[in-house]
């Protein structure tokens, strides 16, 4: 099934609209909620990632208020400016036990030691709000980028964080490289390659 309102590209104005689709959809995330403790600090932690890196320094896409997808440039870092890790470190400092921001650095940094060194397109969330899942909305997003990454020849690198994504990204292309547990104690990731 296909929506009828077509996939955009976001703009910063769009940003409480991409922390509420994420946030809402990585709320029941098995790899996000080890790291962050609660749902409330895993849309923090999103809100602040779109903010000063995905929003200046990548491209976001949406489709509609219900659905967005969040992707990084060959070469991009996924990394926060100093003042945004600082605010954040403090907030999960404050609200959580603080273990969850030594998991939270742990966990990043073992993602990044393992993406790919060749250049790709790195899709690092997509979110579709539970009431219009199974509409296929997230397929649609995500063909969108594909298309024009299969005009440019350009890879494609994800880490599925939830079980129940896998046939959609299989669907799509995606192949398992592996499937890990990052750090120990953390839910596994399958990291999938998309030629």
């Known amino acids: 099934m296909t929506h009828t309102t077509p996939t955009r590209p976001a703009t910063p104005s769009d940003l409480p609209a991409l922390a509420h689709i994420i946030g809402t959809a990585f709320a029941d995330d ?104 199974g509409q296929g909305l997230g397929r649609q997003l995500l063909g969108h980028t594909l298309r024009q990454c299969d005009a440019q020849g350009l890879p494609v690198f994800l880490e599925n964080t939830h079980p129940r994504n896998l046939p959609l990204y299989a669907s799509l292309g995606f192949e398992a490289l592996e499937t890990y547990a990052p750090v120990r104690g953390c839910p596994v990731v399958t990291a999938m390659w998309r030629r």
């Open 30 to 133: 098995p790899v996000s909620r080890w790291a962050m403790g609660s749902p409330a600090l895993v849309a923090d932690t999103f809100k602040a990632l779109i903010a000063h890196v995905y929003l200046p320094r990548g491209h976001c896409t949406l489709l509609g208020e219900q659905a967005a997808a969040l992707w990084l440039e060959p070469g991009g870092r996924k990394q926060l400016p100093l003042v945004a890790t600082l605010g954040l470190g403090l907030r999960l400092l404050g609200q959580a036990h603080p273990r969850h921001s030594w998991r939270a650095w742990q966990l990043d940094q073992a993602l990044q030691a393992r993406r790919p060194g060749v250049p790709h397109l790195y899709l690092f969330a997509v979110g579709v709000l539970p009431a219009a899942r």
